[in-house]
């Protein structure tokens, strides 16, 4: 049964199930708020898992194009130059990370829905829905059989509500320096305690300048900091950067100011049920974590394919597949949820006991057997199946 669909959001999760749900022959229309097509934020990592749903997207050529392998994640302690974090992922493509930067990643999936069918409608910001149709700056458009919700953290139509976490981050984009010290296929972090980390994520190239090749720049405190960070002279902040992390200087340019960085806050939370009566909740709409793991666009990506799935799979019976989809992710979804806000205080919080533990307890551990296949799996995105009875999956 082809059915008429709304999805109210254009980003990585409202467009990759565009692309699907419109490849299976339903009538689908997008709606987002931006007055023309256009990726917000800096550079991210699409894990193995979240390649597979690119691949059924069919955004995976271009993805691949653009980004560039991610084969390790490292990090180390300011001071004592312990080495606190070092996960490697697998030996094949089919087993590395992909740095890549938004735009890149929101031009391959954009293209990949308009190629499906996917009606995109811009100058649309959604306000509410009132039934089965939605409500687009106060006003009616539908019916429609089903309304995905891929608006993120601030959607009106989720119910969720969410913990603010207590650290934030700042971030810009790059040109990767001539000569620099970090390897283009790592991701290198350095952490001061757990109150402040620098970071360095290689992200390859953007379709409108393929020869520069980027890197996105990150500088995690207390969200309460935040505000004060840009207000104190940017040359104070560099020379603090530097005497933290020497290397990281080569990564800001000359011209380089306060203008230049984003401020990005977190929370978390999960819904309990993410669907309701002919709406579904996918991506941060359903459920939101710390970026520590580095899976927050795979699991948009994921909820994504479980749901065109899940509603393949019901041949007609939506709110069949609604319940199918939301069990299908309910195990993945909570262990990385679990590992997230187990992690996450151990490289961003104000405590002194946690980096303590961190560094001499569980960073050695990390290293021996069998913990570094298991930490590949987790930064891989299947520890558990994502998607579990809708797409049985080897553990080999």
């Known amino acids: 049964m082809k059915m008429k669909i709304a999805i109210a959001g254009a980003g990585i999760g409202g467009l990759s199930a565009a692309s699907l749900l419109a490849g299976d022959g339903h009538v689908v229309q997008v709606f987002d708020q931006f007055e023309a097509p256009r990726p917000v934020g800096s550079g991210l990592v699409i894990q193995p898992v979240g390649m597979e749903?690119?691949?059924a997207c069919g955004a995976a050529e271009e993805a691949l194009t653009r980004g560039t392998p991610i084969l390790h994640m490292h990090g180390d302690e300011a001071r004592s130059r312990k080495v606190v974090l070092s996960v490697s992922y697998g030996a094949t493509p089919q087993r590395q990370g992909l740095g890549i930067h938004r735009a890149a990643l929101f031009t391959a999936l954009f293209e990949a829905a308009e190629r499906a069918g996917a009606r995109i409608t811009p100058s649309s910001p959604v306000t509410g829905r009132h039934g089965q149709h939605l409500l687009i700056g106060g006003r009616r458009t539908g019916p429609f059989d089903l309304i995905v919700d891929a608006?993120?953290?601030?959607?009106p139509l989720s119910p969720l509500k969410a913990r603010a976490l207590p650290y934030g981050a700042v971030w810009a984009t790059v040109p990767w320096p001539e000569g620099a010290a970090f390897p283009r296929d790592h991701l290198t972090q350095r952490y001061r305690k757990a109150d402040r980390m620098l970071g360095i994520l290689p992200i390859g190239t953007r379709r409108d300048a393929p020869e520069t090749r980027l890197a996105a720049v990150f500088y995690s405190l207390p969200v309460a900091d935040i505000e004060q960070h840009f207000a104190r002279p940017f040359a104070q902040w560099r020379a603090e950067?530097?005497?933290?992390?020497p290397e990281f200087e080569s990564y800001l340019p000359a011209a380089f100011s306060h203008a230049d960085f984003t401020p990005a806050h977190y929370t978390h939370g999960t819904l309990r049920?993410?669907?309701?009566?002919?709406l579904v909740h996918i991506g941060d709409a359903a459920h939101r974590a710390s970026p520590q793991l580095g899976q927050g666009a795979n699991m948009a990506l994921l909820d994504a394919h479980a749901l065109h799935l899940a509603l393949r799979g019901a041949q007609g019976r939506t709110e069949e597949a609604l319940r199918h989809y939301a069990l299908a992710r309910?195990?993945?979804?909570?262990l990385y949820q679990a590992f997230s806000a187990a992690f996450t205080p151990q490289y961003q919080s104000d405590s002194a006991a946690l980096p303590m533990l961190r560094d001499h307890v569980l960073a050695p551990l990390s290293r021996t057997w069998p913990l570094p296949r298991v930490l590949t799996?987790?930064?891989?995105?299947?520890?558990?199946?994502?998607?579990?009875?809708?797409?049985p999956r080897s553990r080999g």
């Open 53 to 55: 749903v690119l691949q």
């Open 151 to 155: 608006l993120g953290a601030r959607s």
């Open 241 to 245: 950067a530097a005497q933290l992390w």
């Open 273 to 278: 049920r993410p669907y309701g009566e002919g």
């Open 330 to 334: 309910r195990a993945h979804v909570r």
């Open 377 to 391: 799996r987790l930064v891989c995105g299947d520890l558990v199946p994502p998607m579990a009875a809708l797409t």
